[in-house]
């Protein structure tokens, strides 16, 4: 999880809809840190899946964590990340604070945020963690992992990454499901506030030690598990090592004359050059000869 070290800090309003006041409750945030919004750990209430709507220019965050100060181990779901060939949509899974005991998996999904419309998603952690597009649970889903034991949900955190133009949508139902933070409601604001000077929360682990993947032997993972879990990072390791032969300088220079600019060359190209013009002058010489005869 990168770390955020922005020179100001703002507060986003995450919106709650509630059918039965016909009104909006605004969420606050800083940028760079997650924001708890449930009171009632979710292993008291047994909640098992979430509906939300989004309207960012960037990514969506979603962390499911069993506590409130490191964010860790947590699933984390990102929705429309950038990378630098294409938009993927990734659940991370990790197991400790190490940043290095983390396991990703992503697939592309672009075009799946916008910035001037709301795009409705679910997350649901009953038999594995999934999330998908729309607002019925189970339907067109994007992507879905394995539950750990190691890693307990009690608490579900949202981030605000890209600006101002960032606002949620939750069903009015959530205030019953997982309790919202009363703490987080900015009650009389209904636009964006800049606060200079604000650090940011950043309490990952930002500096990976050790062996990557000495965590894989705890997990007791099968084979398959093992290359699901390893196939985005081995084919971006393959792309940054292939090298393709046609562009190379050996290559290339197999498709260039070398340059020669000496006297003697140049020369003996002109010599050539007249010799080969002679002979085809002189074909064509005895064919109009013939051709005179005849006539």
């Not at 962390?63 to 947590?74: E, G, H, K, M, V």
């Not at 294409?86 to 075009?111: A, D, H, N």
């Not at 795009?119 to 339907?139: E, H, K, L």
């Not at 940011?200 to 990976?208: E, K, L």
Request: charged share 20%; with cysteine; hydrophobic share 35%.
């Amino acid at each position: 999880m990168p770390c955020y070290n922005n020179e100001k800090s703002f507060y986003f309003y995450f919106i709650v809809s509630s059918v039965e006041s016909n009104r909006e409750v605004s969420i606050c945030t800083q940028t760079g840190s997650y924001q708890i919004l449930n009171t009632v750990p979710i292993t008291q209430t047994n909640q098992t899946s979430l509906t939300f709507s989004v309207k960012t220019c960037k990514h969506a965050r979603i962390i499911l964590t069993d506590n409130t100060t490191s964010f860790r181990p947590a699933y984390i779901i990102i929705i429309g990340l950038w990378t630098k060939h294409q938009i993927v949509s990734r659940i991370t899974t990790c197991f400790s604070e190490k940043f290095t005991r983390c396991l990703y998996s992503s697939i592309e999904t672009p075009s799946v945020l916008s910035c001037s419309e709301f795009r409705t998603f679910w997350v649901s952690w009953n038999a594995n963690i999934t999330f998908g597009q729309g607002d019925i649970i189970g339907d067109n889903i994007t992507r879905s992992e394995m539950l750990y034991n190691e890693v307990v949900i009690d608490f579900i955190g949202i981030q605000t990454v890209s600006g101002d133009n960032d606002k949620w949508t939750f069903n009015s139902e959530i205030n019953d499901t997982i309790g919202l933070n009363a703490a987080i409601v900015c009650e009389g604001e209904d636009e964006t506030t800049t606060l200079p000077d604000i650090p940011p929360n950043c309490t990952c682990s930002c500096i990976p030690s050790g062996n990557h993947w000495d965590y894989l032997n705890d997990l007791n993972l099968t084979t398959e598990q093992l290359y699901l879990h390893l196939k985005d990072r081995l084919t971006d390791l393959k792309a940054s090592v292939s090298i393709n032969l046609k562009s190379t300088r050996i290559a290339k220079s197999k498709l260039r004359c070398a340059d020669d600019n000496r006297f003697v060359s140049r020369f003996a190209g002109v010599i050539g050059s007249l010799v080969l013009v002679a002979v085809a002058g002189f074909i064509v010489f005895l064919d109009l000869v013939g051709f005179v005869i005849k006539a």
